[in-house]
């Protein structure tokens, strides 16, 4: 058996990592299983690659785990994700705090179930004395309703501080107005099962994010893929819009 790459084995690694998972409908139907066993299998995906990116050192990872969108799925899909979602809040605890990472949401967290909220909660405050990786779960999540969310609170600096306050704002301000303003923009973004697509992550930290689409479905996806989209990142020349 061959030994698991060093940080070392990698041209240059990505401080920050984001992932939209996707594809667990489409993996459990074609096994003729039930959606929702993509979800749980997908839950499993989500232990390992983020052990494996903790592991190699990368800072900060953010999952895309339940858009805004999401919310229109049957009410059933929903509330089983709901319910996978709670049980990894608990059952991830003396995983997240022996790998020291810190445990962050972003999104409408006040949509979720109180008892998810409850969970998350804790969760978060357990380990945010943490010094490793922030392990960052998009949860009701929208890059459109965050940046609405940031406009009217830059809407209420303007009441309290008159609009020359507001013209004074750069873009770096901004980021005070988001959901976390400690996040740092994603160097890579990843996407599973073969889209091409953003759908309303991240549309402000992911601006210069060096995309890599796997083909496989998000339950599939393992150490193996992950190393495959650092690999990738790694062979990529990064300009910033420069030359
Ligand atoms: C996309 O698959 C994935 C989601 C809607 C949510 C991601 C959820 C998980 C990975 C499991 C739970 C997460 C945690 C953190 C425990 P899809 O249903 O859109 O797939 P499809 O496009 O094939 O239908």
Not at 146 to 171: F, I, N, P, S, T
Not at 182 to 206: H, K, Y
Not at 214 to 228: G, M, N, V
């Amino acid at each position: 058996m061959t030994s698991p790459p060093s940080p070392a084995d990698f041209a240059r690694l990505p401080e920050a990592v984001a992932i939209i998972m996707d594809g667990n409908g489409r993996w459990a139907q074609e096994r003729g299983l039930p959606r929702f066993k993509g979800h749980e299998v997908g839950a499993e995906s989500v232990r390992a690659v983020t052990r494996e990116c903790a592991r190699l050192g990368i800072g900060e990872l953010t999952l895309y785990a339940f858009s805004t969108e999401n919310w229109r799925r049957p009410a059933q899909e929903v509330a089983l994700l709901m319910t996978l979602l709670e049980r990894y809040l608990v059952e991830e605890r003396p995983e997240i705090m022996d790998n020291g990472i810190v445990f962050r949401a972003v999104g409408e967290l006040d949509r979720l179930p109180a008892s998810v909220q409850r969970e998350y909660e804790t969760t978060r405050a357990m380990s945010e004395r943490n010094g490793g990786m922030v392990l960052r779960l998009a949860l009701s999540y929208g890059g459109r309703r965050e940046l609405l969310h940031a406009a009217q609170k830059v809407a209420r600096v303007a009441v309290a501080e008159g609009l020359d306050a507001v013209e004074r704002l750069g873009e770096d301000d901004l980021r005070q107005f988001l959901y976390d303003p400690t996040m740092r923009d994603p160097d890579l973004l990843i996407r599973t099962a073969g889209e091409m697509r953003v759908s309303n992550f991240l549309l402000w930290q992911a601006s210069y994010a060096e995309l890599h689409v796997a083909d496989i479905a998000w339950p599939d996806f393992r150490e193996a893929a992950l190393h495959e989209a650092l690999r990738a990142y790694g062979a990529r020349a990064r300009r910033f819009g420069g030359v």
